[in-house]
């Protein structure tokens, strides 16, 4: 699959680098900024007991 993508981009090597970890980056940033926080709100790793009466 990542060989498909690689070989769908436009232009030389040097080019698809860029594109490739521009692609990269983008899904980290929607990884971030939209799943990782609505997921979180569902996990009980963030529940503390330390404190609680």
Not at 7 to 31: E, F
């Amino acid at each position: 699959m990542y060989g498909w993508i690689f070989r769908a981009l436009p232009g030389p090597l040097w080019m698809r680098i860029i594109l490739s970890v521009m692609l990269v980056l983008a899904a980290v940033m929607v990884l971030m900024v939209f799943v990782f926080p609505w997921v979180s709100q569902f996990s009980p790793l963030t529940d503390s007991t330390i404190g609680s009466p």
